[in-house]
């Protein structure tokens, strides 16, 4: 069996031209008056060599035939507008950063239960790079498994910048930025519900601004204090666990594994697939005479591509609805999609050979968290996620809104918050999960006086700090209500929502009698079987006073807000807006 180095194999095979034969030249990066970018960053050994054909010349260059390699997006435009983006924001530096498609990398562990030889893991271990989990300090408990022992599954996909090596300069361009740390321009969480029967993936616009927690970097011990910022810096703060905890301060979903792709690899795994059908409205051509564009050069209609033509499309910005991130987003979604449909239905992937491709070219362009670091783990990941119909998969943008001069944005007040807090529920954001039956809720069988109830302080936030007292505060107002049995645990714990968990049926009474004195809500009561008896975690939520802050039994949401602009898995017909300033 033949287990020899994809990497080298590469490396000898594919000889990518220089930048002079790419006619580069470095005027065409230099800074438009932009912040400069952070300088320092070292990559791991063995970067990932791109695909034959896969560098990229310079934008403004000679116009390309139809489906040829084409123009880098973003460093160096000359924008027509003053360096403006529609609505007066600024135009940011960073287009070409969207080619390190994520979704290529949940691709890889859908189809990995298609079952490759357990003889190859360890070589394909050897091509995954590792790093920790999380660097925001305690961060978010896991919530506790459901009833029937089942427990959501997040994970965080990231596209990385990072020029860590030749190749990736050749094929990113910007040479200048060598040797500055990476940054975490596609940012995707996919929410795989408990029971695995659906699938919701929210994006994030890259200059979206939060707050970033202290990060602490795992290799050079450098103290990253807390900021605020566009969040696709985070990963500049220590690395990918940095954004991770970002993520959890942002949304409050405890987030169990990330995994970063670096954009090197985008054409070869996009070669391994085959092809994914995509769409647009009318013909299109990403380029223009200022030097914008990704190349994407296609006509109207429904197209497969592959390698650069499919880096072209996941990069695209100018040519699509508004020329905004957003639009972007929206294209990747399709693709995702799209891919996944065909994954799933393409019976050549279970030819070993091209099982082998998409395997080897992911495994190379992978980092991965500590607690996903093998191709085992991989494996039976993707057994998870290949029980979800595609009907059941929904892609959405986090709802969003400009900040003060639309220079950049922020999350929309109420359908953000509504957004995260579906995940934090494990509803699923198509609105399709099966209604419960209403049922007459159980009588409380324990006097009061008499029923034990741990108290625990969840407001252990790595950005605001805890809030010292409260599980003393809301043990002595159940006292007050008649629960004196009520104690307290002094360990502090991190938690967005307020929750009352028990540990079996027979206990629901008696929980929802004590949510009810306390006006909690009946989505704060949970039955885990990991429960050993009952217990409230005061959350973020109630970092305050004795009266809980919501009022009465409120229904959470159930379906994504319109402003997410979802997006289903099965939805065959959707087709991108071609921007009329981008058409032929």
Known sequence: MRQSSVRGDR????????????????????????????????????????????????????????????????????????????????RRRKGRKVLRWTALTLAVVIVGGAGAGYWYYEHLNANLRKAPRSLGGGGLK???????????????????????????????????????????????????????????VISI?????????????????????????????????????????????????????????????????????????????????????????????????????????ALQWLRTRYG????????????????????????????????????????????????????????????????????????????????????????????????????FAMLRNDTALDGKDKKKKPTPDPKASTPKDQLKVVVQNGTNSTVTGPVSGRASVIQQQLAGLGYTSAGTDSALTTQADTTLTYRDKGQRGDALALAKALGLPKDAVRESSSATGMRLVVGNDWRSGSAYPKSGDKKGADKAPDSADALNGEDTKACMKVNPQYTF
């Not at 300069?169 to 990476?182: C, F, S, T, W």
């Open 11 to 90: 490396s000898r095979r594919r000889r990518q031209p220089d930048a002079q034969q790419l006619g580069w030249d470095d005027s065409m990066y230099e800074d438009k008056g932009l912040p400069p970018d952070a300088p320092g960053w070292t990559p791991p050994e063995g970067g990932v060599v791109p695909a034959e054909g896969s560098a990229v010349p310079a934008e403004g260059s000679a116009v390309p035939a139809e489906g040829s390699a084409v123009p880098a997006e973003g460093d160096g435009e000359a924008p027509a507008d003053g360096g403006r983006r529609k609505g007066g924001r600024p």
């Open 142 to 200: 896991k919530p506790d498994p459901n009833a029937f022992g089942q427990s959501p599954l997040n994970i965080l996909l990231l596209g990385s910048d990072g020029r860590n090596s030749k190749e990736n300069i050749k094929l990113g361009g910007a040479r200048q930025d060598a040797d500055r740390k990476p940054l975490a321009d596609v940012q995707m969480l996919v929410h795989v519900s408990a029971d695995r029967s659906s699938m919701s």
């Open 205 to 309: 616009p890259r200059d979206t601004r939060v707050t970033i927690p202290q990060c602490t970097d795992p290799k050079t011990h450098e103290v990253f204090p807390q900021t605020t910022a566009a969040i696709n810096e985070s990963l500049q703060h220590g690395g990918p666990g940095c954004t991770l905890a970002t993520w959890q301060e942002l949304t409050g979903v405890y987030i169990d594994h990330f995994m970063m792709v670096d954009f090197s690899g985008v054409v070869d795994m996009a070669d391994a697939i085959g092809g994914v059908p995509v769409c647009v409205d009318k013909n299109v051509y990403s380029h223009d005479s200022k030097g914008h564009g990704s190349g994407l050069r296609m006509k109207e209609g429904t197209h497969p591509v592959k390698g650069v033509q």
């Open 320 to 419: 699509f609805e508004d020329n905004t991130d957003i639009g972007r987003a929206k294209a990747q979604h399709m693709y995702m999609n799209s891919m996944v449909r065909q994954l799933k239905k393409d019976a050549k992937l279970t030819n070993p050979g091209e099982l082998r491709d998409l395997a080897e070219a992911a495994t190379n362009a992978l980092t991965v968290d500590d607690g996903l670091d093998t191709v085992k783990k991989l494996y039976d990941l993707g057994g998870d996620l290949s029980r979800v119909p595609t009907k059941r998969i929904t892609m959405v943008t986090m709802p969003w809104q400009y900040g003060p001069g639309e220079r950049y944005v922020m999350p929309k007040p109420g359908d953000a918050e509504e957004t």
